[in-house]
């Protein structure tokens, strides 16, 4: 059985990364690793998460055409959204499971209605 079978993330190193990406150096990903875009836990040892991170940059840069000077801005913006969206699922996991149906309801109602008011 994997690592990946058993549940434990893969971590793989630098030069693999750069293999499974595609499109990016290991020099651009140090780089990357220096200004901390990327923040792969123990330095050069990339998990899944990591990657998705890496290509998720390569992906702004490359096809978006997204300066690195406007991913200093982007990608904490990107972050906080991704940490919210964590947040609100936690949220309706408890609320699911705890709260009245009528309450749930009036949430529901509330988060669908047009946020301009109109």
Partial sequence: MSGADAGVPVVIGIAAACRCV?????EML???IERRWVCPPGGE????????????IAELRDELLIEDSALELVLPLLDQLHAE??????????????APDELIEALRAALTDDPAGG
């Avoid at 595609?22 to 290991?26: L, P, T």
């Fill in 22 to 26: 595609g499109g990016v150096s290991a």
């Fill in 30 to 32: 140090t780089v990357w």
């Fill in 45 to 56: 040892r990339f998990r899944p998460v990591d990657l998705a991170r890496i290509r998720l």
């Fill in 85 to 98: 969206r964590a947040r609100l699922r936690r949220l309706a996991g408890v609320l699911a499971a705890r």
